[in-house]
């Protein structure tokens, strides 16, 4: 998938969630959700955590984001060992 901007990212389950958020950094990207506790249990509907390429993670509006089909497939076996799947 690919925000807005661009940047390309993978969409997390609940499980890799937790982990991505116990070792990396919030990202903070334009699209994300920021009020206060809104993200602790994302819906996949209107929130849906997404690691990027950059080695942050951010809990995006699902308007802001697209499913991208066309990325390498060697960044998204980057992405994939980043999180450590």
């Known amino acids: 998938m690919a925000s807005f901007a661009g940047q390309i990212g993978l969409v997390l389950s609940l499980e890799e969630f937790e982990q991505v958020k116990a070792r990396f950094r919030e990202g ?12 602790a249990n994302p819906d996949y509907v209107t929130q849906v ?37």
């Open 28 to 39: 903070r990207r334009p699209g994300h959700y920021f009020a206060p506790g809104c993200c």
């Open 49 to 85: 955590p997404v690691f990027f390429e950059d080695g942050t993670y951010d809990v995006m509006k699902a308007m802001n984001i697209r499913k991208k089909s066309d990325v390498e497939e060697w960044k998204r076996d980057q992405i994939h060992r980043m999180v450590g799947m």
